[in-house]
């Protein structure tokens, strides 16, 4: 199985903060990586998916970026809709597997 | 619209078998692969299996292989998670999600089916 880990668990930002996410996987997976946002008590939705491509309709503070081990997850100026957890997950062979999640604070 | 209704919430002894539901609507039901993912309390999000009503091909994450089934039923576009016999740590909310290919993005989501394993 892919192991993916991201970082950091937790993460405490205001409002126009510039927040960063990292996310590795444990072999290469090429741009075969998803982020989804959580907010409490909803299901996730898609935010960007194939490492860096923003689903429709998510606004351009959101980027991705990265490829191979090593992504990164970015939202440029923090809004308060924003507030959330964040997993990033990798499609590149099953079992499909998430990393723990980013509480964004 | 795309549309994935869940059944509701269930409260089970342990040792009880369950089958939860994931009714579809909106668009073309064989077209796409559906998966369950599950959440514990507090937890993240785990891979439980993906099938492909088309054609019933099933896989499972070996985390869930042989403690779940996974269905499909064409004729009421929906999909089902059955259990033989819960266990306490069953506990947890599931969701069901849609993607358009085995290996790629969920793109809809079910709003959950919290399931409770208690004596």
């Known amino acids: 199985d892919i192991q993916m880990t991201q970082s950091p668990s937790s993460l405490s930002a205001s409002v126009g903060d510039r927040v960063t996410i990292t996310c590795r996987a444990s072999h290469d997976i090429n741009y075969s990586l998803n982020w989804y946002q959580q907010k409490p008590g909803r299901a996730p939705k898609i935010v960007i998916y194939d490492a860096s491509i923003l689903d429709t309709g998510v606004p351009s503070r959101f980027s991705g970026s990265g490829s191979g081990t090593d992504f990164t997850f970015t939202i440029s100026s923090l809004q308060p809709e924003d507030i959330a957890t964040y997993y990033c997950q990798q499609y590149d062979s099953l079992p499909l597997t998430f990393a723990g999640g980013t509480k964004l604070e | 619209d795309v549309h994935l209704e869940q059944s509701g919430a269930e409260v089970k002894k342990p040792g009880e078998s369950l089958n939860i539901s994931c009714k579809t609507s909106?668009?073309?039901?064989?077209?796409?692969?559906f998966a369950w993912v599950r959440q514990m309390p507090g937890k993240g999000l785990e891979w439980m299996g993906i099938?492909?009503?088309?054609?019933?091909?099933?896989r499972y994450s070996p985390s869930f292989q042989g403690r779940v089934t996974i269905s499909a039923d064409k004729s009421f576009t929906t999909v089902y998670l059955q259990w033989s016999s819960l266990q306490a740590s069953d506990t947890a909310l599931y969701y069901c999600?849609?993607?358009?290919?085995?290996?790629?993005?969920?793109?809809?989501w079910g709003p959950g089916t919290l399931v409770t394993v208690s004596t």
């Open positions: 999600a849609r993607t358009a290919m085995i290996l790629h993005h969920f793109d809809s």
């Open positions: 909106g668009f073309a039901f064989t077209d796409y692969y």
């Open positions: 099938i492909f009503p088309g054609n019933s091909d099933t």
